[in-house]
């Protein structure tokens, strides 16, 4: 099992900063990727970042070259840095791990953080 935890959401104004970070505990040996997601008002939960293991950072759209994702896995975390953040940011974000493993056929499953709220308001 793996657990994960969120922390640093908050309140900020347009165009300010925060720092979401995530920790994972438990059996990551078989993580293959970590990430965010975000679900806002009345919207689908949607990916905003992620990394998996041998491949560069993806990022939406809406936020290449605002956001930067960052994964240690010595220390199963991971980390969001939002820069220059807007109103439509506002969101719950949650954290999500995949674990994928294989016998005769492929295997994964989706590990969830608990979610935290980020407000960008004036």
């Known amino acids: 099992q793996v657990q994960l935890v969120e922390s640093g959401g908050g309140s900020v104004q347009p165009g300010g900063s925060l720092r979401l970070s995530c920790a994972g505990s438990g059996s990551m040996s078989d993580i293959h990727s970590m990430g965010w997601y975000r679900q806002g008002p009345g919207k689908q939960r949607e990916l905003v970042a992620e990394v998996s293991n041998g491949n560069s950072p993806e990022y939406a759209d809406s936020v290449k070259g605002r956001f930067t994702i960052s994964r240690d896995n010595a220390k199963k975390t991971v980390d969001l840095q939002m820069n220059s953040l807007k109103p439509e940011d506002t969101a719950v974000y949650y954290c999500?791990?995949?674990?994928?493993?294989?016998?005769?056929?492929?295997?994964?499953?989706?590990?969830w953080g608990q979610g935290t709220q980020v407000t960008v308001s004036s």
């Open positions: 999500q791990a995949l674990s994928r493993w294989w016998d005769y056929k492929k295997h994964e499953r989706e590990y």
